[in-house]
């Protein structure tokens, strides 16, 4: 059975690790940290150490029990990237899939440098999407980063986004998604620095996919942009 994800940008999630640790401004309320800690008090196995980075080779396997073709999203609830995930370890993640094939699988981090050095060792199948999040100008340089390492299809998050973006070369990047912050703490997103990113990628003719205004009532703000749902994808 498909673990469905209400993630508006893909199908499914899969979670080979679970938990991370805050790194920079976008991990502050972390969503999947709330999560953690909810599975954890309902006493689900997999989050019986909160939101402590923890690996779980009994889930490696999942992709092949799902026989329909669909879009993957993995490690929602953590960072595949994380330093303390062995580089062995995110080998047998990319061997599946590599060998559940039909599926697309969508790897985002903010652990730029760490995507880099780890892609010197493995090589993304062309089924893999690789992503970084870009929350404010302070971690723009995670895009000079990505545009370091090989994969057919590259993309950016700039979610949650908590300032503007200065422009930026997205010659290489093959989709960008933004995204306000949601949830009990969430920051204010200004429609300016949405329409600076839409307006960049419209200019540089990359894909652009308005995901949420976010706050703290996410549905009832939408992901209307002036009059229009951005759905576009590579």
């Not at 800690?37 to 490696?60: D, I, V, W």
């Not at 981090?109 to 062309?126: F, G, N």
């Amino acid at each position: 059975m498909s673990q469905n994800s209400k993630i508006e940008w893909t199908n499914s999630s899969w979670n080979p690790t679970t938990g991370c640790t805050k790194i920079s401004n976008g991990c502050t309320n972390c969503y999947a940290e709330r999560l953690c800690k909810r599975l954890k008090s309902m006493g689900n196995p997999n989050y019986a150490n909160g939101f402590t980075l923890t690996l779980h080779p009994q889930m490696l396997n999942l992709p092949y029990s799902w026989k329909k073709s669909q879009m993957i999203f993995v490690n929602s609830m953590s960072d595949l990237l994380h330093e303390d995930v062995p580089i062995d370890f995110i080998e047998n993640v990319v061997d599946v899939m590599k060998g559940a094939n039909w599926h697309q699988y969508q790897i985002l981090t903010k652990r730029a440098e760490r995507l880099v050095e780890v892609s010197k060792v493995v090589h993304w199948p062309d089924n893999a999407w690789i992503g970084v999040t870009v929350e404010n100008n302070d971690f723009l340089y995670r895009l000079d980063l990505l545009n370091q390492i090989n994969a057919k299809i590259k993309f950016i998050s700039f979610e949650p986004l908590i300032g503007p973006v200065s422009k930026a070369d997205l010659s290489k990047i093959n989709w960008v998604i933004v995204g306000g912050e949601s949830g009990p703490k969430a920051r204010k997103i200004e429609k300016e620095w949405i329409l600076s990113i839409r307006d960049m990628c419209i200019d540089q003719k990359v894909p652009f996919f308005f995901k949420q205004w976010g706050g703290v009532n996410k549905k009832k703000n939408g992901r209307i942009l002036e009059g229009k749902i951005w759905n576009e994808m590579p």
